[in-house]
C-alpha cells in the first residue's frame, strides 16, 4: 500500500536500499546497521526475519533496537541516515510502497583492498591492516578491532554476480561503493564498466568514499558517463592528528586532492566528510578543526556542496569519546567552547558528554595496550599529538 502519514521515525531504507560486502558475502540495512545476515540476493535480504522486524517496528512508529544510531544522531541535533534515505527518495511526494520490495540503492562494499592503515579500522576493511595483524601477539588480538575478520577476506578482480546482475540494476537509482579505497580496486573497475556497458550509469548516481591519497585517470574515466557522482572524503583531522591516525597518509598531498576533485570530476554533485569523533582527534581538535573548515568554504565557493558531518565513534569502545573520565572530557569541552556554537560543535558536545558504556573504566587499559603496539611497529608515538595522551596514561593505568 501507498504509506502517506509516515510515522515521525519512519525510514524507506528497509523497502528500498540494501547493504552487501562481498567479504562476508552478507547484507544488512545500511551502514550503521548492526546485524548481519546471509541471504542469496537483495530480496531474498528483504524477505528476511530481521528485515521484517524492522519494518514491524517502523509501521508501528517504534525504534528498532538496531536504529539506535540514527535515533541518537537525532537527538544530537545531527542529519541521520534514516532522514538521508527518506530526503534522497523524497518520500513526501513519492510515499513508499509498503507492500513491496523496489530496489533503488545499493552500498557495495567489495573487498578490503586499501592502501592506508587507520587506527580505528580493522582486516576485514584494509588488507595493510590485515597483513599487518599476521604478526600481532596473541594478547594484543585480543582488545584489537577485527580480530574474527583477520582472513577470508575478497580481493577478487572478476566480475561478481552477486553485484553485476540486470535483476539488481534494474531500476537502481544510487550505487554507493566503499572499500577498502575503490580507487585502486580493480573489482570496482570491472563493475562500473559493466554498469557502463549494460547503459545503467546514464541513470544513476554514483556515491563513492575515497582516502584521496590518488586521483587516477582511469577513476575519473570509470565515472564520467554516471548521472551524476558524489564523493565522500574520508578526513578524521588535519595535518598531523591526520597523518597519526591514517598511516601512510600524506596531508598535504590528500588536501591538494581533496581541493581538484571538483575541477577533475565533472559529473560531480557533493562532497562531503563524515568525520569520526574518537579518542584519537578528540583531543586536537582546535587545531584540525579550523582547517577542516576552510577545506569546506574554500569547495563550497566554487559552486559544489561540501557538507561537515559528525559521527560519534560506535566502537571499538576503548576509543569512545563518551568512555573518558569526566576530567578529561572537561578539556575537551574547554577547546569546544572556543568555537562558535553551531550545529556541529553542538553534536560534538553532545557526544563528549553522553552516559559512557558499562565497564568504561576498562575500556583505556585496553587503549594503551593495543595502540601502544601500533606505535612500536609503527614507530610513531602519540604523545607527539598531545601531553594529553600522557596525563590520561597515569590517570588511568595503575
Not at 511526494?93 to 567489495?110: A, E, G, Q
Not at 590528500?254 to 574518537?278: A, D
Not at 574547554?334 to 558504556?357: G, M, S, W
Request: with cysteine; charged share 30%; glycine share 4%.
Amino acid at each position: 500500500m501507498q504509506f502517506k502519514n509516515h510515522p515521525k521515525n519512519f525510514c524507506s531504507a528497509p523497502w528500498k536500499a540494501t547493504y552487501y560486502k562481498e567479504s562476508l558475502q552478507k547484507y544488512k540495512m545500511c551502514c550503521v546497521f548492526p546485524t548481519w545476515t546471509k541471504a542469496d540476493s537483495p530480496e531474498d535480504y528483504y524477505n528476511s526475519d530481521v528485515v521484517k522486524s524492522v519494518r514491524e517496528s517502523i509501521m508501528k512508529g517504534e525504534w528498532h533496537p538496531g536504529c539506535a544510531t540514527c535515533k541518537e544522531q537525532e537527538e544530537a541535533g545531527l542529519h541521520s541516515d534514516r532522514e538521508s534515505f527518506n530526503w534522497n527518495f523524497d518520500i513526501e511526494k513519492n510515499p513508499v510502497d509498503t507492500s513491496k520490495f523496489d530496489l533503488k540503492w545499493i552500498d557495495y562494499r567489495p573487498g578490503n583492498l586499501c592502501n592506508l592503515k587507520c587506527r580505528m579500522c580493522s582486516p576485514s576493511n584494509s588488507s595493510l591492516i590485515q597483513k599487518e595483524y599476521k604478526s600481532y601477539p596473541e594478547d594484543i588480538l585480543e582488545v584489537a578491532q577485527g580480530r574474527n575478520e583477520m582472513y577470508g577476506n575478497h580481493q577478487s578482480t572478476e566480475l561478481l554476480p552477486s553485484i553485476c546482475n540486470h535483476e539488481t540494476f534494474r531500476s537502481l537509482e544510487v550505487l554507493k561503493i566503499l572499500g577498502g579505497e575503490p580507487t585502486i580496486d580493480q573489482s570496482v573497475f570491472k563493475l562500473l564498466d559493466w554498469v557502463n556497458e549494460n547503459d545503467y550509469a546514464k541513470n544513476i548516481d554514483l556515491r563513492y568514499t575515497t582516502n584521496a591519497t590518488n586521483i587516477n585517470k582511469r577513476w575519473v574515466k570509470a565515472t564520467e558517463n554516471f548521472k551524476t557522482s558524489r564523493a565522500q572524503i574520508s578526513l578524521d583531522g588535519t595535518g598531523r592528528t591526520y597523518e597519526y591516525i591514517r598511516t601512510n597518509a600524506n596531508w598535504n598531498k590528500v588536501k591538494e586532492n581533496t581541493l581538484k576533485i571538483p575541477t577533475e570530476i565533472k559529473n560531480i554533485k557533493g562532497m562531503g566528510t563524515n568525520i569520526v569523533f574518537s579518542l584519537y582527534n578528540c583531543f586536537t581538535i582546535d587545531e584540525w578543526y579550523p582547517e577542516m573548515l576552510e577545506i569546506v568554504d574554500n569547495i563550497n565557493g566554487r559552486g559544489v556542496k561540501y557538507n561537515l558531518h559528525i559521527i560519534d565513534c560506535t566502537g571499538p569502545n576503548y576509543i569512545r569519546v563518551r568512555n573518558l573520565p569526566d576530567q578529561f572530557k572537561e578539556k575537551i569541552m574547554d577547546k569546544l567552547e572556543k568555537f562558535p556554537n553551531d550545529k556541529t560543535i553542538q553534536a560534538l558536545k553532545y557526544f563528549t558528554t553522553a552516559k559512557a558504556t558499562r565497564e568504561a573504566s576498562k575500556m583505556l587499559p585496553k587503549f594503551f595496550k593495543f595502540n601502544d603496539h601500533l606505535d612500536k611497529i609503527r614507530k610513531t608515538n602519540i604523545n607527539d599529538l598531545s601531553t594529553i595522551y600522557e596525563e590520561l596514561r597515569q590517570t588511568t593505568i595503575q
